[in-house]
């Protein structure tokens, strides 16, 4: 009888950096004929699967807004890239500091998404001074992703931690 096995490789976590703007408002991003690249307050990231796992680090306990694009290219008309906004979430930090290894300033670990729009599967820590919430990100048919940062009333340095699964 034939048999299927799955197999999940391991892949390790990327760290990203990127300074969150201040407001809450989700960017407009439009189909363009440039490749997307990072910005100031956005990084983008290549997944190398399907989904992608997405945890974040700031200085400050300042609750984030998070967008999420998927890019993907389109060959026809002479090529552009095609922006999907695959979610959007808001964040509680904890209290507590954690020293990083590599990272001079202490951070404070995001305890717990809100999904605001889009899809994305939750996976919030059990208490606000437990560490280890983050998101899975269903990716599938994006070649690149964009993951852009707000903050209220500051302009926190944003710690992204991302793994393709």
Not at 105 to 115: G, P
Request: hydrophobic content about 40%; overall charge negative.
């Amino acid at each position: 009888m034939p048999e299927v096995k799955v197999i999940t490789d391991v892949v390790d976590f990327r760290r990203s950096v990127l300074t969150a703007a201040t407001g809450s408002a989700v960017p407009n991003e439009v189909v363009t004929a440039s490749l997307p690249a990072s910005t100031t307050n956005s990084v983008v990231v290549a997944p190398s699967m399907n989904y992608m796992k997405m945890k974040l680090h700031s200085g400050t306990t300042a609750a984030l807004t998070v967008s999420v694009f998927g890019w993907s290219y389109f060959a026809g008309d002479g090529g552009m890239w095609v922006p999907q906004l695959l979610c959007t979430l808001t964040t509680t930090q904890g209290g507590s500091d954690q020293t990083i290894p590599g990272i001079a300033a202490a951070q404070k670990e995001v305890t717990s998404y809100v999904l605001t729009s889009g899809d994305a599967k939750i996976f919030n820590s059990p208490s606000t001074v437990t560490p280890g919430a983050f998101v899975l990100i269903d990716t599938l048919g994006s070649q690149y992703v964009e993951i852009y940062a707000t903050a209220a009333s500051t302009t926190p340095t944003v710690y992204v931690w991302t793994a393709s699964l």
